[in-house]
């Protein structure tokens, strides 16, 4: 059996690119794929550096954010994320409006501890800076877990005895 590990920042038919599976976030799964959950649900982050509170307070509500100081997020479909936000039955969801875009994590992170604006993180990109007092966490009440990754694969094939052998070692790890 051969592995040949691709990554992409952007999302991928893997049948039409001819691989036999791949890995993404559970809710961004194809429906006609058969998907395999593996980790745990993670939970977002929104955070800014102790200089940028300092000059700008702590907002206690997602309508408390400075917009224009949120650093916008560009997915790998080109669209901008809008930031999600829950507490109780009470749903937000906030479109950034800052002056700065990315589309790669570390970048942003880098720009949020140099006091650049307001981030919105997977949280365990930015647990250690907050932990270390790098970063300030806003919005803990207001952030709601997003599911985990989940192998998928179509449904519509023979798989080849090392396929199943994997999947069935997955299906394995995931259940420990």
Known sequence: MQVDLVTEGRLVDIVAEGFDLGLRPADLVPRDMIALPVGRPQ?????ASPDWIAAHGTPA????????DCIRVRLPNGALLRWPFQRGAEV????AQGRLT???????RAAVLDGAGIGFFI???VADDIAAGR??????DWTPTRAGFSLYYP????????FSAFL?????????
């Open 155 to 162: 449904g519509r094939r023979n798989p080849s005895a090392g």
């Open 168 to 176: 069935a070692m997955v299906r394995d790890a995931a259940r420990a």
């Open 61 to 68: 509500t997602p309508a408390d954010l400075p917009l224009t």
């Open 135 to 140: 970063l300030v966490r806003l919005l803990d």
């Open 43 to 47: 939970r977002h982050a929104v955070v």
């Open 102 to 108: 990315l589309d790669e994590a570390a970048i942003a």
């Open 92 to 95: 937000v969801q906030i479109e």
């Open 123 to 125: 949280e365990q990109d």
